[in-house]
T-cell receptor
Framework: QKEVEQNSGPLSVPEGAIASLNCTYSDRVSQSFFWYRQYSGKSPELIMSIYSNGDKEDGRFTAQLNKASQYVSLLIRDSQPSDSATYLC??????????FGSGTRLQVQP | EPEVTQTPSHQVTQMGQEVILRCVPISNHLYFYWYRQILGQKVEFLVSFYNNEISEKSEIFDDQFSVERPDGSNFTLKIRSTKLEDSAMYFCASVPALAGSTDTQYFGPGTRLTVL
C-alpha cells in the first residue's frame, strides 16, 4: 500500500455543489494530516490541518479524519470555479518530512 | 505576512552543469526542507535541515545534492552535475517549531529547473 493514496480524478462538480476529496494512508503515516491546494505551476498552499478524529471546519472547508479506517477527507461547500485546482493530502511518515499523495484534480464547472 | 521566498523562479542549465537554488525561509523558523515535483508527479521529500546540519534525507538525495545555510537567512540546494531527470520544480519549506508531527510546513513559490 502506498503511504498516502488519493484518487487522481478529475473530480468534476457544478458551481455551488459540495466537492468531496478523499485520502487513505498506511500505518507508516503519523496521524496528523494536511490538505494543500496546488494550482498548476504553483506551490502547495495550506488549506487545513487535522490531528484528531472527527471533523474540523474552517469557512467553506471541512476536514474529516477517521483513524480507525485510516481515512481523511476534505469537503468544500459552495464550490467556486476558483476552487479548481489539485488538492494534495499529506502526512508525516514518522520522520520530520511530509509524504504527499499524488493529488486529486478538482474541476468546478460554472 | 512573512513568507518563504525562492530564487530564481526559473533556471535553465545544460546537463552536467552545477546549479544552486536559493531559499529564504521565514525568519523565526527552525526547520528547513527541500522538496521536488517532477512535472505531473507528486511532491517528493529531498532533505530536511536543522541546527546547521542535515536532519534527514530521502533516497533521491544522493551525492550530487548538497544543502547549506551560508548565513543567517539563506538556505541553498546545490546540484553538482545536473542530469536530465533533475528537471523539476524545487520547493523550499520551513516550519516554526519542533512540535513534530503537527508542524505546518510553509512552502515557497518554487524554482523550475530545466536541464537541457
Amino acid at each position: 500500500q502506498k503511504e498516502v493514496e488519493q484518487n487522481s480524478g478529475p473530480l468534476s462538480v457544478p458551481e455551488g455543489a459540495i466537492a468531496s476529496l478523499n485520502c487513505t494512508y498506511s500505518d507508516r503515516v503519523s496521524q496528523s494530516f494536511f490538505w494543500y491546494r496546488q494550482y498548476s505551476g504553483k506551490s502547495p498552499e495550506l488549506i487545513m490541518s487535522i490531528y484528531s478524529n472527527g471533523d474540523k471546519e474552517d469557512g467553506r472547508f471541512t476536514a474529516q479524519l477517521n483513524k480507525a479506517s485510516q481515512y481523511v477527507s476534505l469537503l468544500i461547500r459552495d464550490s467556486q470555479p476558483s476552487d479548481s485546482a489539485t488538492y494534495l493530502c499529506a502526512g508525516y511518515t514518522g520522520r520530520r518530512a511530509l509524504t504527499f499523495g499524488s493529488g486529486t484534480r478538482l474541476q468546478v464547472q460554472p | 505576512e512573512p513568507e518563504v521566498t525562492q530564487t530564481p523562479s526559473h533556471q535553465v542549465t545544460q546537463m552536467g552543469q552545477e546549479v544552486i537554488l536559493r531559499c529564504v525561509p521565514i525568519s523565526n523558523h527552525l526547520y528547513f526542507y527541500w522538496y521536488r515535483q517532477i512535472l505531473g508527479q507528486k511532491v517528493e521529500f529531498l532533505v530536511s535541515f536543522y541546527n546547521n546540519e542535515i536532519s534527514e534525507k530521502s533516497e533521491i538525495f544522493d551525492d550530487q545534492f548538497s544543502v547549506e545555510r551560508p548565513d543567517g537567512s539563506n538556505f541553498t540546494l546545490k546540484i553538482r552535475s545536473t542530469k536530465l531527470e533533475d528537471s523539476a520544480m524545487y520547493f523550499c519549506a520551513s516550519v516554526p517549531a519542533l512540535a513534530g508531527s503537527t508542524d505546518t510546513q510553509y512552502f515557497g513559490p518554487g524554482t523550475r529547473l530545466t536541464v537541457l
